[in-house]
């Protein structure tokens, strides 16, 4: 099942061999209660509760792709979630730093991803803010709409770093592909339409 949705995804235009490689690897399976397993390799959204879906495995394949990480590269990414999008990031040799504000998720993922091999550094917080004690980071990695760009992680993003993050305050919201040059200038591109759960700010 995994082979036939890599198939897909290339259809799809996914290009990179070690994002579909990744995709291969890791079994969505383990992020869907037992009841659900038939949906796990559908390219699908699907909810995982708190009002929260894990991506469709398109859109994590997508983000991934623009982010080009390399081996050793400090990610930074908002929104754990199911932990799904980390544990694609761990495999690809990310040294990743995971924040998510609903403490339900924070608490599966935490306990969950570590039982399988995946260790990126959780954290329960407000993504709004990042991580400023542990800046600056090669990559910045947003997985819920944000209404706005927040400053704090531009500001917590290293000269040369990527950027990727949907902005957008409606239901459907633009991927931003947002580099900063070695002087610190932004550039920001618009790579599609994409559909996430709002990035809500404040911790519960």
């Not at 996914?14 to 659900?36: M, N, T, Y």
């Not at 998510?100 to 550094?121: C, I």
């Not at 600056?136 to 760009?149: E, L, M, S």
């Not at 239901?171 to 920001?188: A, E, H």
Request: hydrophobic fraction near 40%; charged fraction near 25%; proline fraction near 6%.
């Amino acid at each position: 099942m995994r082979k036939k949705l890599v198939e897909v995804l290339k259809e799809k235009g996914i290009k990179s061999e070690e994002v579909l490689q990744a995709i291969l690897e890791v079994p969505r399976h383990f992020f869907f209660d037992s009841g659900f397993l038939e949906f796990a390799y559908e390219d699908n959204a699907f909810p995982i509760g708190s009002g929260q879906t894990i991506s469709q495995p398109y859109t994590v394949a997508f983000q991934t792709e623009l982010l080009n990480i390399k081996k050793g590269d400090k990610v930074l990414e908002i929104g754990t979630g199911s932990g799904y999008q980390a544990a694609i990031l761990h495999k690809l040799g990310a040294k990743l730093f995971t924040i998510e504000r609903h403490r339900s998720l924070y608490q599966k993922a935490k306990t969950d991803l570590p039982t399988w091999g995946y260790r990126p550094r959780f954290f329960y917080g407000d993504g709004y803010k990042g991580l400023p004690a542990f800046a600056p980071f090669d990559k910045i990695i947003v997985t819920c709409g944000a209404p706005y760009v927040p400053e704090a992680l531009v500001e917590q993003l290293k000269p040369e770093g990527i950027m990727v993050i949907p902005v957008g305050d409606n239901d459907v919201q633009k991927m931003l592909y947002i580099t900063k040059d070695s002087n610190g200038k932004i550039n920001t591109q618009n790579t599609g339409d994409f559909a996430f759960v709002p990035m809500l700010e404040n911790k519960e």
